[in-house]
């Protein structure tokens, strides 16, 4: 990073005034479970990393809700995220960053710093019906009404970000009207970045990762009043009947592709791998201690993934650990003594 200094202030950019110091800035509420990934047999021919040789390794996940408000809103319309990491059999870890959201908004650090001071929230503005129409007539998806109690959000700085900057336009407009899913495995989430693997015989390839609901993505009804509080509740009441699946899908890039743009999709007829499938079946008993205090990091890494030279992806590593120290959470184990200490 070229300003050592900006990890810093995009942590403090993502404070939201309803948020708590002693929570995530971001996807602040959110459940763990645990569970196990099995690798597929064509796996091991593409990636030399442990969790990808067919054997079961053990996961803990944190699924949460995107908002950095320390107030919950299950039913609201909002981005969705999936934290795994994947405990490996040396006694060290990686982990794999996801969101419902297919692309990220900024290609770059700073202007992700720009883009989140422009996000803040802010009072809410009723769209006039009139203004509905012309945002369709320009192609723009019109504001939607505030829910019951919400007074604040962040979406009219970010459409006017977006209108200003094109790079962000594509994954605006999708967070604005990206819905509630029914349950938080009935959602898919990517993980946006593009990493590089590396393959027995040395061949190194970029790809893109992507968890699938083997139930199926559903959403709840956009029309019906939203819930507050279901998702954790639904996910619960899933385990106990019986374990939710994901199937991990690898998109394989090709030259012309955005390597090192997460704002920019890949064609949709990229070559898929099916990579393994993530089985979970337990609520973390204590939520606090074996999750909420874990620290999940896109740059917790293993043998046969790195980073592409995606600027994000490799900023949002400092990020991670500053919004971790400054909540008093547990250190991310990239080392292996801290492996074995969590």
Known sequence: MEDPGI?????????RPDGSPKKRPVHTIGIGATGSFLASHVARDYCISKHFQGTETPVTVRFSNGSGSAVQHDGWSDVRGMATRFHLDDGTATDLIAMTLPEFFTPTPETFLDFALAAKPAKFSRESPWRKILDMLKLTPPMRDPYPGETVRPDEGAMRFADRNGY???????AAAIGAPASYDRASYHAVHTFVITAPDGTRRWVRFTWQPIAGVLDTNPNAPPEDVYLQDKLRERLALAPARFSLMMSIGEIGDAFDDPTRPWPPHRVRVMMGTLTLDTVVKDQEADCERLSFNPGLLTDGIEPSGDLVLRARKDVYEISSKRRGAVPCPFSR???NDE
Do not use: C, K, P
């Open 7 to 15: 990890a810093e202030r995009l942590v403090d950019s993502l404070v």
């Open 168 to 174: 962000a336009q594509l994954a605006v407009f999708q």
């Open 337 to 339: 003594s801290q492996a």
